[in-house]
């Protein structure tokens, strides 16, 4: 038996992913989250053979998810499944020790057939998406950047972003008008745009 366990804020579709694997004789759902932190302290606690995750959730993204468990050394292999085609994700995923990436159109019977791949060391990523991300280059922005950029876009006040950061605010502008040359941005909330829809956020 492969040990699952699924991470997805919407329980809608926590609860038909799970169903679905389920029925799979050789797959077992073990664990369920509903966001990045509680998926990180499950794995910890399962260390299930395969994480099934979302990228974009509360707390940790499924991108974060998969850096820790592969900075803490834990046995537990990721699957991204994701309504994103964007090649940053892809590409940060892949960074992050990803084994496996999907879309959430994909059939359920592809999605099984990807977790038994990687459960067995393969890799699984789809080709037009991995051109994609091919062809899109490297991501220019720093975690610090991106840091930044991701408050700002809730609206925060540079010394707001500073003070969450621990930061000056000096720095935090410094770090906002890179990031917005970078990506031939006007200001931080294009440079914010630009980045989420190439998946660098």
């Known amino acids: 038996m492969i040990r699952l366990m ?23 759902v073990i664990g369920r989250a509903r966001d990045g932190d509680e998926a990180l302290d499950r794995v910890r ?3 299930p053979d395969i994480l099934v995750t979302d990228i974009e959730m509360p707390g940790r993204s499924g ?8 900075d ?3 046995a537990t292999r990721v699957v991204i499944v994701t309504t994103f085609a964007r090649p940053g994700y892809l590409a940060r995923a892949r ?3 990803v084994r496996g990436y999907l879309l959430k159109d994909a ?16 890799q699984v990523i789809p080709a037009a998406l991995a051109a994609a991300a091919w062809e899109a280059g490297a991501d220019p922005l720093t975690d610090r950047e991106r840091d930044a950029l991701r408050l700002a876009e809730e609206g925060i006040s540079n010394k707001e972003i500073a ?24 200001g931080r909330i294009e440079a914010g745009r630009i980045a989420r829809q190439n998946g660098w956020l």
Not at 14 to 22: D, K, Q, S, T
């Open 6 to 28: 699924i991470s997805e804020d919407q329980a809608l579709v926590l609860g038909a992913i799970a169903a679905l694997l389920a029925l799979e004789g050789d797959l077992e």
């Open 107 to 122: 059939p359920v019977e592809e999605l099984a057939a990807a977790i038994r791949t990687v459960a067995t060391g393969g």
């Open 72 to 74: 803490e050394g834990l």
């Open 163 to 186: 003070r969450r950061l621990s930061l000056s605010p000096g720095t935090v502008r410094n770090y906002l008008s890179d990031a917005a040359g970078k990506l031939g941005a006007s």
């Open 45 to 47: 606690e399962l260390v």
């Open 95 to 97: 960074a992050a020790g």
């Open 63 to 70: 991108i974060d998810v998969a850096q820790a468990i592969r």
